[in-house]
């Protein structure tokens, strides 16, 4: 079965710093990835997805992901981070027979010191 | 174009009651996804509608139970409330039941308490 392994629970970065989330697959084929946030007591917001094609995908509130499948990980990055960037980030898989639900990592939560 | 939206945004509950949570989706959207998030974790799977039949259900007991209405709307019931049922509940709307292509639009969730 589709999954994706998130390997840090807690990242402190610096305001100003740059950020990157790991976030590992496991699937046999190329598999369709996204990358979600939830701010605190909010629900889910895409960040970006990567289905096929170029390698390096472009996201919204400046991150980007890049696909690598000889390491099988799908992580994201952002040059200079916010102090409204402090959030939790999961990364996530379609999987069932139809692919129509989503496979969660376990999250990782950012904290931004000022 | 309105957005997910899900009532209430807060409850609490006593072990063995029963809850109705509910759903409206983005317009447009004819499925959606209920997803269970404990505190500390990536939310999971609970099942999913398209054109108001199941499509679809995750590793969840069938006191987990849901509708999904002509208007696309959706309730997820749950019966003889758990403790550990206490969670975020999540649901997600999209177009077209089927298909990893589907980005699913989150509404902000309602916090359930079983105390």
């Known amino acids: 079965a589709q999954s994706v392994t998130q390997p840090d629970i807690h990242i402190t970065v610096s305001e100003g710093a740059s950020l990157e989330l790991r976030c590992n697959y496991s699937?046999?084929?190329?598999?369709?990835l996204f990358w979600y946030v939830q701010s605190p007591g909010q629900g889910l917001q895409l960040l970006l997805k990567?289905?096929?094609?170029?390698?390096l995908v472009q996201g919204i509130k400046g991150f980007e992901a890049e696909f690598k499948r000889s390491q099988s990980s799908f992580n994201l990055r952002k040059p200079s981070v916010h102090w409204s960037d402090a959030a939790e980030y999961f990364c996530?898989?379609?999987?069932?027979?139809?692919?129509?639900?989503?496979?969660f990592g376990g999250g990782t939560r950012v904290l931004v010191k000022p | 174009e309105t957005g997910v939206t899900q009532s209430p945004t807060h409850l609490i509950k006593t072990r063995g009651q029963q809850v109705t949570l509910r759903c409206s989706s983005q317009?447009?959207?004819?499925?959606v996804s209920w997803y269970q998030q404990a505190l500390g974790q990536g939310p999971q799977f609970i099942f999913q509608?398209?054109?108001?039949?199941?499509?679809g259900r995750g590793n969840f007991p069938p006191r987990f139970s849901g509708l999904q209405f002509p208007n696309y709307s959706s309730e997820l019931n749950v019966n003889a409330l758990e403790l550990d049922d206490s969670a975020l509940y999540l649901c997600?709307?999209?177009?077209?039941?089927?298909?990893?292509?589907?980005?699913?639009?989150f509404g902000q969730g309602t916090r359930l308490t079983v105390v």
């Open positions: 317009s447009g959207h004819n499925t």
């Open positions: 990567y289905f096929s094609g170029d390698t």
């Open positions: 997600a709307s999209s177009f077209g039941g089927t298909g990893a292509r589907t980005e699913a639009f």
């Open positions: 509608y398209y054109r108001e039949e199941e499509n």
């Open positions: 996530a898989v379609p999987s069932g027979a139809a692919g129509n639900k989503l496979t």
């Open positions: 699937y046999g084929a190329t598999p369709y």
